[in-house]
């Protein structure tokens, strides 16, 4: 069973920066693709970014490309997300997730593991 565990959340201003860990365990080989995703109050769970772990490519929204950056680290067995230039906008609770397999979407419905959550707040 593969376990998520994401750390890093906090409070920060307008144009500041936070870094998000998630700590994977139970993976059997490295055929998954890990994402962030992020929830704001009544809003949708939204894609943020993914990483496919066996070669590393990366996919970002939109909304963040050229501010965050995901990455992983094999030995550590650890996602991360870098959110630079952050914005009351990118105020959410955000979700480490993971899917066995080599396709990568953006819909989170297709994601089979899940972290509790960790709050990022921006404030003006």
């Known amino acids: 069973q593969v376990q998520l565990v994401e750390s890093g959340g906090g409070l920060v201003q307008a144009g500041g920066s936070l870094r998000l860990s998630c700590a994977a365990s139970?993976?059997?080989?490295?055929?998954?693709?890990m994402g962030w995703f992020r929830q704001a109050p009544g809003k949708e769970r939204e894609f943020v970014a993914a990483?496919?772990?066996?070669?590393?490519?990366?996919y970002y929204a939109h909304s963040v490309k050229g501010r965050f950056t995901i990455s992983r680290d094999n030995a550590k067995d650890t996602l991360y997300l870098q959110m630079n230039v952050l914005k009351p906008e990118d105020t959410a609770l955000y979700y480490c997730?993971?899917?066995?397999?080599?396709?990568?979407?953006?819909?989170?419905?297709?994601?089979?593991?899940w972290g509790q959550g960790t709050q990022v707040t921006v404030h003006s």
């Open positions: 990483i496919r772990w066996s070669d590393g490519n990366t």
């Open positions: 139970g993976r059997t080989d490295n055929t998954y693709v």
């Open positions: 997730a993971a899917r066995r397999g080599v396709a990568v979407f953006t819909d989170f419905a297709n994601y089979n593991y």
